[in-house]
């Protein structure tokens, strides 16, 4: 469960204000049209938290950001800046050298190498992909 380690989160990433229900109804909405997969149930309670999170140059969208915010917004960067990628992915954020990827038909988060597209770590769970991710040193 999100909580159990969020608190973690929290204490060493840089936290958005929590996105509201309606945000998140509107993103999901939003990606249906567009043919790209849904947020993720355990992604939706990070986002339910904390609207977006930075941390070390790495980059986790929030939903429904205004372009004159330090968090990017999800479904603008899905199909504004990465208009090839797969259509079973959602890319959830970048760093510079990793895209943080749901690939929805295996169920997975991922972490995806920019420049070779290999994945680098991926697991159904999105702890420990975010916690990589983040660079978080919890235990």
Not at 38 to 66: D, H, R, T, W, Y
């Amino acid at each position: 469960m999100v909580t159990n380690y969020f608190e973690h989160i929290r204490l060493e990433t840089g936290c958005n204000n929590p996105a509201t229900k309606a945000q998140l109804k509107i993103a999901n909405l939003k990606l249906k049209t567009l043919k790209l997969p849904e947020l993720p149930a355990e992604f939706l309670q990070i986002l339910e938290l904390s609207n977006g999170l930075s941390n070390e140059g790495a980059n986790v969208f929030g939903v429904e950001i205004k372009t004159n915010s330090f968090y990017y917004d999800l479904v603008e960067y899905n199909t504004h800046f990465f208009k090839n990628q797969p259509s079973n992915w959602l890319i959830l954020g970048f760093d510079e050298s990793f895209y943080f990827v749901y690939d929805a038909q295996k169920e997975r988060y991922t972490l995806i190498d920019q420049d070779s597209f290999f994945e680098n770590i991926s697991s159904q769970q999105l702890e420990p992909v975010l916690k990589q991710f983040l660079r978080l040193e919890y235990e």
